[in-house]
């Protein structure tokens, strides 16, 4: 089953789980009594030929169960619903691991812990979008923002859902039971990309954590290296980012292919082998004259020869 908070697989979704089952059986139950008793009333005391429809009035013993019956399965769900909250919302209580999760219109944003395993090369700390990446098995608190208008992150297997609010911090906390991939959305209407602003939990088997945030933090590292921020600025700020995605940068865009690991590709569109600077460049000058009809424009004459070639060095460097 996909994103579905009747499919838990962390011990938040599993208590909102037990308690949505109980509030579920009630209901059915009370339904077939009302139903029932009003079938069997309806057919039993009805006006017939040479029958008149038995009127009576205040039957003491029926009106007391039905008022103390609903009044004390009123209370029970309260009480219940209290107990549950006063988990779900106790998330410092032995959370191993805080993150931030920034949302604006229309994706998240995750900032790492300040400590040793998310530490860059110029000082500062892995912060990266797409996916939320957590040790399985660990409670992670998750403090809440947001940029620009209200969000709201539910990650329906794991755990409730928490809006995020401009100027102000709020937390929930997840915990995946296994390693895995669980999907969420935004929940609170927030604009045209509002159906597109998803969440991607992946857990982590907790010894191989360590391995993703090596490579989470090498990965970042490379996109922020000053040997090829030409080249980036170039790409990010112009054209190339109005079609293209490279994870981990602004460039989201799905109109061409993504170029997340172009260098580490066995040819660019097909039609041309190997991946390297010659090629890319050949490319980028002009990928009609290769590939005729071609969606991406030419772009000699449009960008200068430097701008080309520094972004030819960058690309290089996406493996
Ligand atoms: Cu963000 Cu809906």
Redesign the pocket.
């Known amino acids: 089953m996909g994103a579905w908070p009747l499919d838990p697989r962390g011990p938040v979704a599993a208590q909102i789980a037990f308690v949505y089952w109980i509030l579920f059986a009630c209901a059915v139950v009370v339904l077939a009594i009302v139903t029932g008793a009003l079938v069997y009333s309806g057919v039993k005391f009805r006006e017939r030929p040479g029958h008149v429809a038995k009127q009576f009035h205040g039957h003491n013993m029926l009106e007391f169960t039905w008022t103390i019956v609903p009044t004390l399965m009123v209370i029970s769900f309260t009480v219940l619903s209290w107990q549950k909250l006063d988990y779900i919302n106790a998330v410092d209580r032995d959370a191993g691991m805080t993150v931030k999760a920034i ?1 604006q ?2 994706s998240w944003t995750f900032a790492y812990p300040q400590q040793d395993t998310f530490r860059l090369p110029d000082g500062s700390y892995l912060m990266a979008g797409e996916e939320l990446n957590i040790p399985a098995g660990m409670k992670v608190k998750v403090e809440l923002s947001a940029k620009d208008v209200i ?2 992150f539910w990650v329906p297997n794991l755990g409730g859902k928490k809006d995020a609010v401009p100027g102000h911090t709020t937390a929930l906390w997840i915990q995946a039971d296994r390693p895995g991939t669980y999907r969420g959305q ?1 929940f ?3 604009g045209d990309g ?1 159906a597109d ?1 998803l969440i991607t939990v992946v857990a982590h088997d907790q010894n191989e954590y360590a391995k993703w945030a090596k490579t989470a933090v090498d990965d970042a590292a490379r996109l922020r290296d000053p040997k090829t921020q030409a080249g980036r600025e170039a790409f990010l700020t112009g054209a190339c980012a109005g079609c293209h995605t490279v994870k981990g940068t602004t460039a989201a865009a799905k109109v061409g292919p993504e170029l997340t690991h172009v260098a580490s590709k066995k040819d660019i569109a097909g039609v041309l082998s190997p991946v390297n600077q010659e090629n890319l460049t050949k490319w980028v000058r002009n990928a009609p004259s290769i590939k005729p009809g071609i969606v991406m424009p030419k772009f000699e004459g449009v960008l200068t020869d430097q701008q080309i070639n520094d972004i030819v060095q960058w690309l290089l460097t996406l493996k």
Do not use: D
Request: aromatic letters at 18%; glycine letters at 10%; proline letters at 0%.
């Open positions: 949302g219109q229309w969000h709201s935004c609170e209407f927030c509002h602003m």
